[in-house]
């Protein structure tokens, strides 16, 4: 079975776990790398890697 490269934006979002509107929100201000095909936005599968990668890590008081 072969993976996708890349995703369209409700495809990333879902992925991700969050909403469109945050995800456009993370392309807007440069966080999440972004790519236009015609008229469509799509994510690269790496670039939505590195950028979950890449957020902070929760730290729970609990577990200090």
């Known amino acids: 079975m ?3 490269l890349a995703f369209s934006e409700p495809e990333a979002a879902k992925l ?3 909403g469109r ?3 456009r ?3 807007q201000q440069g966080q ?3 790519r236009r095909v015609g008229k469509r ?3 690269a599968a790496d670039d939505l890697r590195a ?3 890449n957020l902070p890590k929760v730290v ?3 577990a200090v």
């Open 16 to 18: 991700a776990g969050i």
């Open 60 to 62: 729970r008081p609990d």
């Open 2 to 4: 072969q993976h996708k």
């Open 41 to 43: 936005v799509i994510i």
């Open 32 to 34: 999440l790398t972004a």
């Open 21 to 23: 509107t945050r995800l």
């Open 25 to 27: 929100k993370e392309i």
């Open 51 to 53: 950028w979950l990668d």
